[in-house]
């Protein structure tokens, strides 16, 4: 077996241009599939809404890589999809197929022994068969009821060989389908949510109102409460704040420790100071039936950094309050 030569003192610039020469070929493969004719992809995207089996990925190497790929994007975009590996369809898989199925496959020629052994199969379930195909005159693309014609020009690697350009353009047309049918279908963001429940994702679906702290744990006082116990309030409930109400709970506004800073350092007597002086009297609030998500996006506005967000209900009352803290359990 030949040694493998590491060119270790190649220059930095030809290395650099080996890498985007990569990336440029691979950008210019997606962009001559723009320039085709894909009037006939609407009624694949059509079909692919409809469906209420799950739609069918099948591939063979980094085909079948790209394939189960785009089944879980069109699982996460609320079509479902599995992914059966053209290899092992004759070996049981295929009992994952349901009569009627639609099945997308994928191969840059079309011709692989394992893709094609598999089409009489598919056809013998009925199943309505998508190609995503590098080859217009291949098996596949023949026997494909609807037909993605993939050509490219050249694999983007130096000898050519290595499914890179075709890969590249494979995911992308699938990327391009889960995101029409899923637009067909109505999915949302909520949607895309309730189909990550793990993490980050999962959490911005939690609504305020299991996450606010209330009853025994919230901050409160009134406008007549002196700065003491204003203080002795804030720091018993660890929020860096306290919420100022009337008698009927509504929120009349807040106090934070910056606010008692404020006043401690502009140098007039503590004696007599109320809470009903020290505090914002339009404080950012929030409605109980907000999500993470919600909490989250207001965040992004530079203008609210806040540390603590009271949460009310439509009529001013006072429910609990959010600390960031609780934001990100």
């Known amino acids: 077996m030949n040694a493998i030569t590491v060119l270790s003192a190649a220059p930095h610039d030809l290395i650099d241009a080996w890498f985007g020469s990569v990336i440029a070929q691979e950008r210019d493969a997606l962009s001559r599939?723009?320039?085709?004719?894909?009037?006939?992809?609407?009624?694949?995207?059509?079909?692919?809404?409809?469906?209420t089996r799950p739609v069918i990925f099948t591939g063979i190497g980094k085909s079948g890589h790209i394939a189960a790929k785009l089944a879980a994007t069109f699982s996460s975009l609320g079509t479902a999809a599995v992914f059966v590996n053209a290899a092992e369809a004759a070996h049981g898989d295929l009992g994952a197929v349901e009569p009627g199925s639609?099945?997308?496959?994928?191969?840059?020629?079309?011709?692989?022994?394992?893709?094609?052994?598999t089409l009489p199969l598919l056809k013998a379930r009925d199943c309505t068969l998508i190609a995503i195909v590098g080859r217009a005159g291949s098996p596949l693309a023949r026997a494909a009821d609807h037909r993605i014609l993939a050509e490219i020009e050249q694999e983007a690697d130096h000898i050519g060989m290595a499914p890179t350009s075709s890969t590249t353009l494979h995911l992308a047309i699938g990327d391009a389908l889960a995101v029409a049918v899923s637009r067909m279908r109505g999915f949302t963001r909520e949607d895309f949510l309730r189909h990550h429940p793990a993490g980050l994702l999962g959490r911005r679906m939690i609504p305020v109102a299991s996450l606010m702290r209330q009853g025994a744990d919230l901050p409160s006082v009134t406008t007549s409460t002196d700065l003491l116990d204003l203080l002795a309030?804030?720091?018993?409930?660890?929020m860096g704040a306290a919420c100022v109400i009337d008698r009927n709970d509504a929120l009349l506004g807040l106090v934070v420790d910056g606010d008692v800073r404020r006043h401690l350092q502009s140098g007039p007597k503590l004696a007599g100071v109320t809470a009903g002086e020290?505090?914002?009297?339009?404080p950012q609030t929030i409605g109980p039936d907000a999500t993470l998500g919600d909490v989250l996006a207001m965040r992004q506005d530079a203008e609210l950094d806040w540390l603590v967000l009271p949460v009310i209900d439509q009529a001013g009352r006072l429910l609990g309050m959010l600390h960031t803290n609780d934001l990100y359990g």
Request: net charge negative; proline share 0%; hydrophobic share 45%.
């Open 233 to 238: 309030v804030m720091s018993a409930k660890r």
């Open 33 to 51: 599939f723009l320039d085709t004719d894909q009037n006939g992809v609407s009624a694949t995207i059509t079909l692919l809404a409809a469906q």
């Open 102 to 117: 639609a099945v997308i496959a994928l191969s840059n020629s079309g011709s692989t022994e394992e893709i094609v052994r």
């Open 278 to 282: 020290l505090m914002q009297t339009n």
